[in-house]
C-alpha cells in the first residue's frame, strides 16, 4: 500500500489565495493530506498551539511566497507565516519553497517586512 502524506501548506493569504488552492489541489490529486489554515476547524485551541500540532504531524511543509510579509503576530513580533517556517525548520520537518515568478504582480504585495 502506498504511504499518503500529510503536506502542511503555508503562505501569506488574501495575496496567494489561488496560488494555494492550485497547491493543495496538486497535494489531493497526488492522493496525500493538505493541511493548512482553510481546514482548521473552529476551536477553542490556543492558535498557534494547533499549527504547532498541525505541523508536527505532517510528513511536510511547503511555503510558497510572493511579494507579501503577512500579518505580524505581535506576540513575537514576525509573520505567522514566518513563524510557521522557523518552526518548520526548528522540528527538522522537510521544507519544499516556492516563490511566485513575478511576486511585484501578486494583488495586494504592499506589505512588507517590519523594520
Not at 516563490?99 to 504585495?109: E, I, M, N
Request: charged share 25%; glycine share 6%; proline share 4%.
Amino acid at each position: 500500500m502506498k504511504k499518503r502524506y500529510q503536506v502542511f501548506v503555508s503562505s501569506t493569504y488574501k495575496d496567494l489565495t489561488d496560488e494555494r488552492a492550485a497547491v493543495i489541489q496538486m497535494i489531493l490529486g497526488l492522493d496525500h493530506f493538505p493541511a493548512g489554515m482553510e481546514m482548521f476547524p473552529a476551536a477553542n485551541e490556543d492558535q498557534w498551539k494547533l499549527i504547532e500540532r498541525v505541523i508536527d504531524e505532517s510528513d511536510y511543509y511547503i511555503v510558497v511566497v510572493g511579494g507579501r510579509y503577512g500579518s505580524v503576530d505581535e506576540t513575537v513580533g514576525v509573520s505567522f507565516t514566518e513563524r510557521e517556517y522557523d518552526y518548520a525548520i526548528a522540528t527538522k520537518t522537510p521544507v519544499l519553497g516556492f516563490l511566485h515568478k513575478d511576486p511585484a504582480w501578486v494583488q495586494g504585495s504592499s506589505a512588507t517586512a517590519p523594520s
